[in-house]
């Protein structure tokens, strides 16, 4: 492992085999940071993360069963990124897994394997962002947010609490529900429902 100046690295904190840990980062007890993973520098993770878990990754055979597809990529953390507690954040199957330069990521982070997440970004408690998925600079994923595969967000998107991202969204704006829509017309269409008892009088 390679550690750089004026990293803090506290106990019971596992690095494995060809990791890199930048300067002036620091990383709390009970961290995992798996093989090959890189820890930009001014890094904060707090305790009980997992850096490169391996990603959910499997093949169904002919008799029904599950088949693991080996992870073979890493986790890149850029600089001044701050991981919270009891995130997991996956190994790429190929490539890397990256969360790119002063992003901050709430406590109970699902990130699976293959994500991109933008510089500058937030991303809040409980929210989960399923493989392959990018977003863009400056994004916000409020509480509880989750996110399908293989779809692209664009920078400056803010998603609300509780909702779910079934397509790309290409345009900058705040966006709410499962599926989301835009905030304004989301409001809309709850504002209407609610009056219906009066609209059928």
Do not use: W
């Amino acid at each position: 492992c390679e550690i750089g100046e004026n990293s803090i690295i506290l106990h019971n904190t596992v690095l494995m085999e060809n990791v890199k840990v930048g300067k002036d980062s620091i990383i709390y007890p009970n961290v995992t940071i798996r093989e090959n993973c890189i820890i930009g520098n001014g890094v904060i993770i707090h305790s009980n993360t997992c850096v490169g878990s391996d990603g959910f990754g499997y093949i169904t055979n002919s008799e029904g069963e599950h088949e693991k597809v080996p992870q073979i990529g890493n986790v890149v953390i850029e600089d001044n990124v701050e991981l919270g507690s009891n995130v997991s954040i996956d190994r790429a199957m190929l490539g890397s897994t990256l969360i790119k330069r002063g992003t901050k990521v709430d406590n109970l982070v699902q990130i699976a394997h293959n994500v991109v997440i933008g510089e500058n970004s937030l991303i809040i408690s409980q929210s989960g962002i399923s493989g392959s998925t990018k977003l863009g600079k400056r994004c916000i994923l409020a509480g509880q947010v989750g996110l399908v595969g293989h779809i692209e967000l664009a920078d400056d998107v803010i998603i609300t609490a509780q909702s779910g991202v079934s397509k790309s969204i290409d345009k900058a704006g705040k966006y709410r529900g499962s599926p989301t829509a835009p905030l304004g017309e989301t409001l809309r269409l709850e504002s209407h429902m609610r009056n219906l008892p009066t609209y059928v009088e």
